[in-house]
C-alpha cells in the first residue's frame, strides 16, 4: 500500500511539474505577444507622428504654391506691360531721332548765322552731337539730354556778357572780344589802340573811332569782373544802322 501511495504522489507531482511548464510557456508566449503587440503600437505611433507631419508639409506646399501661383500670374502680367511699353519707346525712338537730327540741323544753321563768338567751341559742340547720334552704346535719351544741353548752353549766350581772347577773323593778329548777350560783339586790339564790332549787315569786324576804345575796354574789364558793373555806351547795331 504504501508502494501505491508512492507511485500516486509521483504520478501527481509529475502532472503539476507538466502543467507549471505548460503554464510557464503559456507565460512566456503571452510576454512574447504583449512585446509584438507593443512594436505594433509604436510603429503604429511613428506612423502617425510621421503622417501628420507630412500632412503639415503638404498643406505648407499647398499654400505655397497658391503663392507662387499669384506670382506668376502678377509677373506675366507686367512683362505683359513691359512688352508693351518696350513697343511704345520703339516707337518713339523712330520719331525722336528724326526731331533730334532736324534739332541738330537747326542748331548747326544758327550758329553760321549768329554773332561769330567762340566758333569753333560751338561747332566742335555740333560736331559731337552728330557723332553721339550714330552712337549704339548711348541711349537715345542720353542723346536727348545732350542735344538739349547744346540748346540750353546756346539760350544762355543770350543773357550774358563775355569776355575771351581769340584771332581776328581774317588777320592773324589776337584781340580781345567783347559779347554783349546776342546784340553786339566787339574786339579791343592787344596794345588797346584799336577797337571794332561786328557789322551783322556785312558780315564781317569793322573797325570804331578812338572815341570808343575806354567803353569797349571798359566794358572788357567788366566782362571778366575786374571792374564793377557799370553804364557804358557802345555803338549798338539795329536794323543795319548804327546807334
Known sequence: MLASLVLASSGASAQLDNAIAKE?????????????????????????????????????????????????QNQATELAEIERSVQDVTVIERQIVPLMLRMIDGLEQFVALDLPFLLEERRERVSGLRGLLERADVTVAEKFRNVMAA?????????????????????DREVDFLRIGRIAMFYESLDGKEVGRWNADGKAFEQLSGAYRGQIGQGIRIAREQAAPDLIRLPIQTAGAAQ
Not at 151 to 171: F, H, M, S, V
Open 24 to 72: 510557464a510557456t503559456r507565460v512566456e508566449k503571452g510576454a512574447q505577444a504583449q512585446d509584438k503587440v507593443d512594436q505594433i503600437y509604436d510603429q503604429t505611433r511613428d506612423s502617425v507622428t510621421e503622417f501628420k507631419s507630412v500632412t503639415k508639409q503638404a498643406d505648407g506646399l499647398r499654400v505655397y504654391l497658391q503663392q507662387l501661383q499669384k506670382q506668376l
Open 151 to 171: 540748346y540750353t548752353t546756346e539760350i544762355e549766350y543770350g543773357r550774358t556778357i563775355e569776355a575771351y581772347r581769340g584771332t581776328l577773323p581774317g588777320t
